[in-house]
């Protein structure tokens, strides 16, 4: 699930304590006549830029970081993750972020939201 602190707090009232138009993404300006937003909008705004502009479909969901280390002689972060809930076994596998290495949690749900 996207959206961070957004996706967090769903308190009653929970909402913005800053003017959107500074919170907002400069290369996708908040446009709510609301500078005050509450929650579920912010929420809102930064799934659809998400998805917009293709950056939901690089995040790997259900992935729960375990450590990270810089290879300097590769030049790349070695992250070492868990997966939860579809059973996938880590093997270690090149991406163009960095190498990841799945720890097998077998633990199911991580309760991780990212
Ligand atoms: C009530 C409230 C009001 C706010 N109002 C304002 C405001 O008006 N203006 C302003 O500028 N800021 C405001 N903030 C702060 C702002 O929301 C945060 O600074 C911002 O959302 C942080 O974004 P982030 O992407 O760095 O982190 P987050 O939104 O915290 O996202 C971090 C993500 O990483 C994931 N994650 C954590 N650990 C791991 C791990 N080990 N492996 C994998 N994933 C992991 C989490 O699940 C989460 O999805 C407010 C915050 C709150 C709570």
Redesign the pocket.
Known sequence: M????????RYPG?????DMY??GYRFRPWRDPKAIAD?PSILNYIRDTAIEYGVDKSIRFQ????SASWSSSEARWMVE?ETGGNGEKGTGRKGDAGTERHADAGTGDTG???
């Open positions: 996207s959206g961070g602190t957004w996706d967090l707090f929970v909402r913005s304590d800053s500074t919170l929650g992935h729960r970081v375990q993750v991780m939201r990212g």
